[in-house]
C-alpha cells in the first residue's frame, strides 16, 4: 500500500518504518525542517535500539522518505497516519490540536478514498472531531479509524512487529477490512487484532496507560510503608507477582513514573472523566502519589546529606525516564535535580544517551541555574568528591559498578538507589550508607 505517516517523533518514526520494513511504501511528514532534514542525511534524531539501521536500510531500498510537505505523488495515498504529539495543557487536559490540523490537510490533500489512522493518543470523541473535518474538506469516503499506539520506548521495534495486540476502532467493515489488509504480514492471530467502536479504542489505550501508572504509584506507596514499618518490599513484590490475578510486572517502586505518556495520559483522563462528570479516584490519586514520590526520593537524598545540604555534591546516574532512550519529557531527573539545586546542592550528572536531552530541558524550565549541573561523560567521573550518588534511571551499564573504585573517589560513601538495583550488591560491607525504597533494614547487606 502507499502511506503517508505524518510525525518522525518516537512513533511516527518507528511506525513509518516498521510499514516500510513490512514491504508497504510510505513517505513520513514532518514539519520540523531540522528533523526531516537530519532524517534525510541519515541522523536519526531519537535513540532507539536497532531504529538507525532499520531506517538506513528501508531508505536504501526506497521504500520511505521524509518530507516536510506532502508531496504532490503522495496524495493518492491508500491510508494516512497522524501519529503527531498530542502534549499535556495547562489543566491537564490534552491538546489535539496537531491531530485536528493535520485531520484538515489530509481532507484538502487526498485524492482518493482512503483511511485516516490516528495512532496519537487523544481523548475520547477526537474520532468523530476528526471524522467531520475529513468530512466537511473532501468528498472522497475519507474514513478515520482509532489505531492507538502501545509501543514502549526502548523496546519500540519489538513491539511493532510482536504487537501483544493490535486495537482497530472502526467505522464500517470497509475500514476493518483494510485495517486487517495492513497488518496482515505481522502474521498475527485473528485474536491479536481487536476490533472496536472508536470511541472504546480511544478510551483503552488511557485506560491501560492508567492501570500500569496505578499499579507503579501502588507500589511506591508499599515502599514507603515498608520503609516505615521495617518490611522489604521485594518479598511483598514476589508475593503479589506470583498470584496469577495480578502478575508481576509494573510492581517496581522507583522515582516515580515519568515519559511522554502516563504522566500526560493519566492527567487527561482525569480530566475528561471530569468532563463527561465521573470522577477518577483512583486516577487522580496516581498522579498525586507520582508527584509526592519524586520529592520523596529528593528528601531521601536530602536527609542522606546531613544537616546542612548547601555545597554538598551529589552525583546522579540516569537522566532519561528509562534505561534504553534519551527521552527525558517528564523524567523524574528533572524534578529531582530542580529540588537538589533549591536546596543548594552541587550535582553532577551522567547517562549514556540523554544527557543533551536532560540539559536542554533543565534549561528551559529553571534557566540558568541549569549552568550549575555538571555533565560527566564517564559515570566514574560523576562520583569524584560526591557525598552521595543518586541512581534515578537503571542503565545496565550502572548494575555492576565497581563500588571500591567509586568509593574510592567519592567524599563520603553514601548511595540513594532508587531503582534498588543495589540492594543484594554488599554494599555495606564496603563501607557505604545504602539508602533504598523499602528494602527493608538489611538491604546493602552482603548477600547471605
Ligand atoms: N512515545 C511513546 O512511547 C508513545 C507511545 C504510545 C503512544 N504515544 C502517543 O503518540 C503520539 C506521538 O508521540 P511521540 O512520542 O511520537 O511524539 P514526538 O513529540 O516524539 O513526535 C511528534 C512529532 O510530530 C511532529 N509534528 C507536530 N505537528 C505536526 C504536523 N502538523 N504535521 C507533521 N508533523 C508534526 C513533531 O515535529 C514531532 O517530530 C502522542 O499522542 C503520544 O501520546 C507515544
Known amino acids: 500500500m502507499n502511506l503517508v505517516v505524518f510525525g518522525a ?47 538506513t536500510r528501508n531508505v536504501r531500498e526506497g521504500r520511505i522518505g521524509f518530507e516536510t510537505a506532502v508531496p504532490a505523488a503522495a496524495r493518492t495515498a491508500d491510508a494516512w497516519f497522524i501519529a503527531v504529539g498530542t502534549p499535556p495543557s495547562k489543566d491537564g487536559s490534552a491538546d489535539i490540536s496537531a491531530v485536528l490540523s493535520v485531520a484538515e490537510t489530509i481532507a484538502s490533500l487526498a485524492e482518493r478514498r482512503a483511511l485516516v489512522v490516528v495512532k496519537s493518543t487523544v481523548p475520547v470523541g477526537t474520532g468523530d472531531r476528526v471524522q467531520a473535518l475529513l468530512d466537511g474538506g473532501s468528498r472522497l469516503g475519507l474514513e478515520h479509524v482509532s489505531n492507538p499506539e502501545f509501543l514502549r520506548e526502548g523496546t519500540a521495534l519489538e513491539d511493532f512487529f510482536q504487537p501483544e495486540r493490535i486495537v482497530c476502532g472502526v467505522r464500517t467493515p470497509w475500514a476493518e477490512e483494510r485495517m486487517r489488509a495492513l497488518y496482515t504480514p505481522l502474521q498475527l492471530e485473528a485474536s491479536q487484532v481487536q476490533i472496536t467502536s472508536v470511541r472504546s479504542a ?20 508499599m ?86 545540604p548547601v555545597g554538598k555534591r551529589v552525583a546522579l546516574w540516569g537522566l532519561a525516564f528509562k534505561p534504553e532512550t534519551d527521552d527525558v519529557r517528564e523524567s523524574p531527573a528533572l524534578a529531582v535535580v530542580t529540588k537538589l539545586l533549591a536546596a543548594g546542592v552541587e550535582v553532577r550528572v551522567h547517562d549514556p544517551e540523554a544527557t543533551d536531552n536532560f540539559l536542554r530541558a533543565l534549561q528551559a524550565s529553571v534557566g540558568a541555574a541549569a549552568e550549575r549541573v555538571v555533565r560527566c561523560e564517564r559515570a566514574l567521573d560523576a562520583v569524584d568528591d560526591a557525598d552521595a550518588l543518586l541512581l534515578l534511571t537503571e542503565w545496565r551499564s550502572y548494575r555492576a559498578p565497581d563500588f571500591p573504585a567509586l568509593g574510592a573517589r567519592m567524599r563520603t560513601r553514601t548511595i540513594v538507589d532508587a531503582r534498588n538495583v543495589w540492594g543484594a550488591a554488599g554494599v555495606s560491607a564496603l563501607g557505604f550508607a545504602y539508602h533504598s525504597l523499602g528494602l527493608g533494614p538489611r538491604a546493602g547487606d552482603p548477600t547471605p
Open 223 to 308: 515502599a514507603r510503608l515498608c520503609d516505615a514499618l521495617g518490611a522489604d518490599v521485594r518479598d511483598v513484590r514476589r508475593a503479589l507477582g506470583s498470584d496469577s490475578r495480578i502478575g508481576p510486572r509494573y510492581l517496581y517502586p522507583g522515582p516515580g513514573y515519568g515519559g511522554s505518556c502516563f504522566p500526560k495520559d493519566v492527567q487527561a483522563l482525569a480530566h475528561f472523566g471530569r468532563d463527561a462528570g465521573v470522577t477518577l479516584l483512583t486516577v487522580e490519586a496516581t498522579h498525586e502519589t507520582n508527584e509526592r514520590q519524586r520529592g520523596w526520593v529528593v528528601d531521601k537524598v536530602l536527609r542522606a546529606l546531613g544537616p546542612n
Open 9 to 55: 517523533g518516537y512513533v511516527g518514526l518507528v511506525t513509518a518504518t516498521g510499514l516500510a520494513e513490512l514491504g508497504h511504501s510510505v513517505v513520513c511528514v514532518d514539519t520540523d525542517p531540522a528533523r526531516v532534514a537530519a532524517l534525510r542525511a541519515g541522523d536519526i534524531p531519537i535513540f532507539e535500539p536497532g531504529l538507525a539501521e532499520l531506517v
Open 202 to 221: 480511544e478510551l483503552c489505550k488511557y485506560a491501560a496507560n492508567a492501570l500500569l501508572a496505578l499499579r507503579i504509584s501502588f507500589m511506591n506507596e
